[in-house]
Every structure is written in C-alpha cells, then in structure tokens.
C-alpha cells in the first residue's frame, strides 16, 4: 500500500503562483511513477503531469510551459509548482501512483491521494 496526502492548495489570483505537495508512505516511493491529476466541478477528472523515478516529465498541452512537476525521493515527496495561474486552472488537484503503462489514464494509478482544492481568481 502507499498513501498519498496533497498540500498547497489555496486560492491564487490568475497569473499567480501555487505549490502542491504530494507525501507518500508505505512501499518504495521510487519504485513508482508520479502523477497530478485534476477534477474541475460537473467535469471528469483528467492528467496534468507525470514524473518518473529519475525525473523525466510528462506534462497535457493545457499546463505545458506554465506548470512543473518535481520529486524528492529521499523525502518521498512529488511536488507540482503552478505558474501563471489561470481561472480554467480551478479544480481539485489529486496526486496518484502507478507503474501501469497507461501513463494518461486513471486506471494507470493504483494509489489516490484525497485531493487538494485549487481556485483561480480574476
């Protein structure tokens, strides 16, 4: 089992800047690929990011160039810094662990954390 707690989120005013936390416990963290997720109101839950255990990222063409996703093995921790907030960033952000090979896909992550709710201002 892993678990997984997310921290950072908060309310930000667009253009602004927001750090999420993602903690794991439980089985080798670097064992597994990392990912950020997100599930805006009446919407369905859909990718953000992915980071592997030696760093290399994924990012959807939404946040590209705007959002950074980053891990600290020796502290279990993967982090996502959001950069040039934008009111469509509104959602609340989940951090999930994987080895599946569905790397954009819900069902390529076994473990969820409980989410952390972001909101972007005008």
């Known amino acids: 089992q892993v678990q997984l707690v997310e921290s950072g989120g908060g309310l930000a005013q667009a253009g602004g800047s927001l750090r999420l936390s993602c903690a794991a416990s439980?089985?080798?963290?670097?064992?597994?690929?990392m990912a950020w997720f997100r599930q805006a109101p009446g919407k369905e839950r859909t990718f953000v990011a992915a980071i592997w255990s030696d760093g290399t990222t994924y990012y959807s063409d939404s946040v590209k160039g705007r959002f950074t996703s980053s891990r600290d093995n020796a502290k279990n921790t993967v982090y996502l810094q959001m950069n040039s907030l934008k009111p469509e960033d509104t959602a609340v952000y989940f951090c999930?662990?994987?080895?599946?090979?569905?790397?954009?896909?819900?069902?390529?992550?076994?473990?969820w954390g409980q989410g952390t709710q972001v909101t972007v201002s005008l």
């Open positions: 439980g089985r080798t963290f670097s064992n597994y690929r």
């Open positions: 999930a662990a994987g080895v599946a090979p569905m790397v954009l896909m819900q069902t390529g992550y076994a473990y």
